[in-house]
């Protein structure tokens, strides 16, 4: 695979490190550049990325084309996630990556994958 800051192919372990508030995977070289992730504090805001490298890119779009088909709205999608509304809104912007638990509610409420 290759660093993420310098482009080059990284031999050996990728490091993963924070730089400007972005987790980054880069080679041993770039990565005095950021923090190490062991280092930062608030990991839970960051770390669904990685539990999930695979979340399709498109989940937005997946999310709000099968709800159409269930011809639910917004809010009866979220009463059967258990969810806020909001975080419907969120996840169809594009603007929430959901996390694990959030993918399975998916998966058995709509009958999607969101995991490529
Ligand atoms: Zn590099």
């Not at 979220?78 to 638990?101: C, H, M």
Request: with cysteine; hydrophobic share 40%; net charge negative.
């Amino acid at each position: 695979m290759e660093c993420e800051v310098c482009g080059l192919e990284i031999t050996g372990e990728p490091r993963r490190v924070l730089i400007d508030g972005v987790v980054m995977l880069v080679c041993e070289r770039c990565s005095s550049m950021g923090r190490k992730l062991g280092e930062v504090e608030h990991k839970l805001t960051i770390e669904p990325w990685f539990d999930m490298p695979e979340l399709a890119e498109d989940y937005p779009k997946r999310i709000r084309q099968a709800r159409e088909k269930l011809g639910l709205t917004q809010e009866e999608l979220a009463k059967r996630l258990s969810e806020r509304v909001s975080v419907v809104k969120r996840l169809e912007a594009g603007t929430l990556v959901p996390d694990e638990q959030l993918v399975k509610k998916i998966r058995r409420v709509l009958g999607i994958e969101l995991i490529e």
